[in-house]
């Protein structure tokens, strides 16, 4: 058969919101060919997301489509009643989502999960079935498949669980596999497994991929063709090798512009450490008893933060990496006393942080902050922007006057680069970017010496990130503040750190100045992490 | 000269309270938003206008005073009486001799009658109030209560109709628009405010009301019980008993539940296990063991100290009250496990995180970070409450350890039935009355209840 496998004619998508139409992809069209890996590109919101699910006619209750056509194989899958469309999912087109923790069945095991897609499209039963998705699963490169057969979803690693969703999406043996951000939830040294293993799965099986993701370092690694979306529009679309040679559209430029790289940690001043440093950790631990039996007696500890010592000065970024569970977070909370420490000592500014009770504690609070990494989360959504900013103030300088406190929050917001207007809006009505810089502004109005950022770009788009990064490169410079940056992205980590900390397994494995580590890495974990990074990434 | 019981007192400052959590509401944007969803939703709006006429009667029933006693100067009854019985004097002085049905003019048992020539007759008498004016009730008895039927629904509805046009000329005041425009934008349906349904059900409730005004005066309308007084009047006094009991209870459940459920939650530990201890052992001991052990020693306290509870009213009072008291105790553990649960998930939060990062007091962030933030499940939880305890009075009452058998509900009414059902011809208007007017309360409140939850609960926002 000739012509595309799949074709996407002007397909328009909205959602029905307290009776009104709001729209989501606005007239959208593309192919993709047999054995291709086309590559969906775009920012939170863009519409690519919902583009997929209007393929796979999977969209949410109150997604609509609009208009358009969706061609696959010569057949119209809007035409289709939805008995025959679910036939084509699984069979005909196999998809993988971002979250495997929530793809998967938790009371249902590996076996069985896999087996029903089997039992469905293959109409295999028994030892067959068995046979069968035991080589699917050796396929998706699970160590252990006969072992895996049996076992729950919880037993598994966030990787694993992405394999098996890929196992589950091949058993049906697609034409073409739907991957909508398959590695964002993943950590960068898995991600780059998870790749490997799609491609190598394309190679043998000659499907065509669909990728879907915000990440233009896989794209880069993984894509024959590109098409960028932008507020429910396909901006640009072209080959690769055309693409990151010469983007036509100034969008496509900004992302990849935006995109930070290992290189632009080359030439960085590292920061003097004279004198007294402005914080000091040694030894600390931070260990979990786990309790077990009638009486909950400790048997053992899960050792969460085990013995880590560094200094940060005044001034400096100290990036702090590592992968998910290396106790990253754990150890910036732990410096601000967030959670119980069980041994080791903090000092800040020759201060004893760890043994401060009441009103010292207090005064020490005041000075070391932390930006988190949600900013959905991290404020109060029944407060307004000035009530959240105000809060500190009102805690720890109680000799301010009313006056003052509205004179410094509305200089504070100017500062972060939102208007004074803003304190009387409540953070529901800001984007996500713009919600982080009211944590900052919330951070900065106790006038801290130091700040821990525990991941404060990761929920961002890259355009939004680039902007962060700068207004706190900018904040740096102006008050002498020192960061503790807690990320697991080493590109951010090459744009904003002096000195960079790998952690792994509640240690740290190498430090050193930024230029050294990323480019001339020493420890063989280090080298791992850099490794699985995409090749754009690693351009120079 | 007014004299507040407990019940009224406590029942007025609650009414005060929401009043300001209403202003308190106006302000925050918040707050604001979920409640113009609950505005928009016809069903909530339409419960909502019944449950105003019910907390209307209710709030009239609450207000009691010593009526003068009728000679002028400063001597007053000693018995007080309520705002509602003032105005329902014909309908509470109009006692006949015993059971009569709805709208009759005759008795519903036979008996020895003595004519004016001294011979005696078997047969029903005439009623001395219901009826009384009708020279020869097997003619003029239909025509009679059309026409006053009918007179009360035309006066019902012109009361309607002059309230629909002054809040349609109120709405165009506020929102500065034409009278025109607005009254057309309420008739054809289109207001953001389903309007033209609130009006309906405020014309529909002045049409009843009107209808059952005029037979009032005229006829009893749901008949008379036992002793003869008349069962409308019984079921409209039974609402102030069924809204106090499902919502006096809140004294107790909300202070116990949400600050133990705050604190179990934000502090764990031992102060966890202290309360979750504590709540599960209230919970093992059977709700109906406490509540008929509570309102038997509140009856043996008064009766040891006869002299401090002189009147009977006054008595009656304080066993709503404590029995009030006690549904509260039995009830406030569900509502604090939710909080439990909610406040463990809030404390992590990063804006907690953040708030104690900052050094703002534990106190502090209690109150301006959890419970404002809990604050949609005490609410949802206390709406859906609500109609349950009003069910569990008539059940209550039912087994005789609910409200003092002198007090009017609908417990005690269905607790009477219980014997007049078993005669025959049965005596069914207590029991019916009871259940339309319990019906329409418990059906109001849990529709609003339905909306209440479907606006402020985060998970079915969309």
Redesign the interface.
């Known amino acids: 058969m000739s012509g595309p496998l799949l074709q996407v004619e002007n397909l328009k998508a909205g959602f029905v919101q307290g009776g009104q139409m709001t729209k989501a992809v606005g007239g959208v069209s593309f192919t993709i060919d047999r054995g291709e890996t086309f590559a969906l590109v775009g920012e939170s919101g863009s519409g690519k997301s919902v583009t997929a699910l209007s393929v796979l006619r999977l969209l949410p209750q109150n997604g609509r489509i609009i208009d358009g056509k969706v061609i696959l194989r010569g057949r119209n899958l809007f035409a289709l009643p939805e008995v025959s469309m679910s036939s084509i999912r699984g069979r005909r087109i196999g998809a993988v989502f971002q979250d495997p923790q929530s793809s998967l069945n938790p009371v249902m095991s590996i076996g069985q999960q896999v087996g029903e897609v089997l039992r469905l499209h293959k109409r295999l039963n028994g030892g067959a079935l068995e046979a069968r998705v035991i080589e699917l699963l050796g396929l998706v490169g699970l160590p252990r498949p006969e072992r895996h057969f049996t076992e729950y979803p919880h037993q598994l690693s966030g990787g694993m669980r992405q394999r098996v969703m890929i196992a589950i999406a091949l058993a049906g043996e697609p034409d073409l596999l739907i991957a909508d951000e398959p590695t964002t939830a993943l950590d960068v040294t898995v991600q780059a497994q998870i790749l490997g293993l799609l491609k190598r799965l394309q190679r043998e099986t000659g499907m065509a991929l669909w990728l879907i993701t915000h990440d233009l370092g896989i794209v880069h690694d993984l894509a024959d063709r590109i098409a960028v979306m932008r507020n429910g529009l396909i901006v640009e679309e072209a080959r690769r090798d055309e693409f990151f040679r010469q983007p036509s559209h100034p969008y496509s430029r900004q992302l990849l512009d935006a995109l930070p790289r290992l290189s632009d940690c080359i030439g960085r001043e590292p920061v003097a450490q004279a004198g007294r440093p402005l914080l000091e950790v040694s030894d600390f631990k931070v260990h979990y008893p786990v309790r077990k039996g009638l009486f909950r007696r400790v048997v053992d500890h899960v050792r969460a933060v085990d013995g880590v010592s560094f200094s940060l000065w005044a001034g400096e970024t100290l990036a702090l990496v590592g992968e998910s569970g290396c106790g990253k977070t754990t150890l910036g909370k732990g410096i601000l006393n967030l959670v119980e420490s069980s041994g080791g000592r903090v000092t800040f500014d020759g201060a004893d942080v760890t043994a401060a009770r009441g009103g010292q504690r207090r005064a020490l609070c005041r000075a070391m902050q932390i930006v988190f990494q949600d900013p959905h989360a991290a404020m109060n959504p029944r407060m307004i922007v000035g009530d959240i900013i105000e809060e500190g103030m009102k805690a720890v300088m109680p000799e301010m006057s009313a006056v003052q406190r509205r004179k410094r929050m509305e200089f504070l917001l100017e500062s972060v680069g939102l208007s004074p207007e803003s304190r009387l809006r409540y953070p529901h009505e800001f984007s996500g970017g713009q919600r982080q810089r009211i944590c900052i502004a919330r951070a900065l109005a106790v006038e801290p010496r130091l700040i821990v950022c525990d991941e404060p770009t990761s929920a961002l788009d890259v355009s939004v990130q680039v902007q962060i990064l700068g207004l706190l490169k900018e904040l740096q410079k102006r008050e002498k503040l020192g960061f503790l940056f807690i990320t697991h992205d080493l590109g951010v980590v090459a744009d904003i750190a002096h000195r960079v900390a790998v952690m792994c397994s509640g240690r740290i494995v190498e430090t050193g100045p930024t230029e050294q580590v990323l480019l001339r890495p020493q420890h063989p974990y280090t080298r791992t992490l850099l490794e699985a990074l995409p090749g754009l990434r690693k351009a120079s | 000269m007014l004299t507040l019981f407990w019940t009224d007192a406590l029942f007025l400052l609650l009414l005060a309270m929401l009043g300001g959590l209403i202003w308190h509401s106006r302000r ?3 707050l604001r938003r979920p409640w113009r969803k609950v505005a928009r939703s016809r069903s909530a709006m339409v419960s909502a206008v019944i449950l105003l006429a019910y907390l209307f009667i209710a709030v009239l029933d609450s207000i009691h005073f010593l009526p003068p006693d009728g000679e002028g100067g400063v001597r007053y009854k000693t018995e007080p009486v309520s705002v509602l019985d003032w105005f329902l004097t014909p309908l509470r002085t109009r006692v006949e001799k015993t059971y009569s049905a709805p709208l009759a003019v005759q008795g519903y048992a036979k008996e020895n009658l003595r004519l004016a020539d001294g011979s005696s007759r078997w047969d029903y008498p005439r009623l001395e109030f219901g009826g009384a004016h009708l020279k020869d009730p097997a003619r003029g008895w239909l025509r009679d209560v059309l026409r006053t039927g009918f007179k009360g629904a035309a006066g019902g509805l012109g009361l309607g109709v002059i309230l629909c046009f002054g809040t349609v000329f109120l709405i165009a005041r506020v929102r500065e628009l034409p009278v025109s425009l607005v009254g057309g934008e309420v008739l054809s349906g289109q207001s953001e405010v389903p309007w033209r349904a609130i009006l309906g059900t405020v014309v529909v409730l002045c049409i009843v009301g009107g209808v059952l005004g005029e037979l009032a005066l005229k006829y009893h309308v749901f008949g008379t019980d036992k002793v003869g007084e008349d069962v409308l009047y019984q079921a409209l006094k039974s609402i102030r008993t069924g809204i106090l009991i499902g919502t006096l209870t809140t004294f107790v459940t909300l202070p116990l539940s949400l600050l133990l459920g705050i604190l179990a939650g934000y502090f764990r530990g031992w102060v966890d296990d202290l309360i979750q201890y504590l709540y599960t052992t209230l919970n093992s001991i059977p709700g109906v063991l406490l509540i008929a052990a509570v309102i038997l020693l509140t009856q043996v306290y008064m009766a040891k100290h006869e002299e401090e509870f002189a009147s009977l009213a006054l008595r009656a009072d304080l066993r709503l009250l404590f029995l009030c008291l006690i549904l509260g105790i039995t009830s406030w553990t569900g509502l604090c496990r939710l909080l439990r649960a909610e406040t463990l998930k809030l404390r992590e ?3 907690v ?9 534990q106190g ?1 962030i209690l109150l ?2 959890i419970l ?2 809990v604050f949609h499940i005490v609410l949802i939880s206390v709406a859906l409450d609500f109609s349950s305890l009003v069910l569990a009075e008539a059940v209550l009452s039912y087994v005789n350890i609910g409200v003092d058998p002198t007090t009017d509900s609908w417990g005690n009414m269905i607790n009477s039935a219980r014997l007049e059902m078993a005669r025959e011809p049965p005596v069914w208007w207590s029991l019916t009355a009871a259940f339309v007017f319990m019906f329409a309360l418990v059906l109001a409140a849990n529709l609003f209840a339905d909306a209440v939850r479907d606006a402020f609960d985060p998970r079915r926002a ?1």
Do not use: I
Request: proline share 5%; aromatic share 4%.
């Open positions: 925050h944007e918040h939060m990063e804006y995180q953040a708030a104690r990062a900052l050094g703002v007091r502090t301006r970070h404002p933030n969309d």
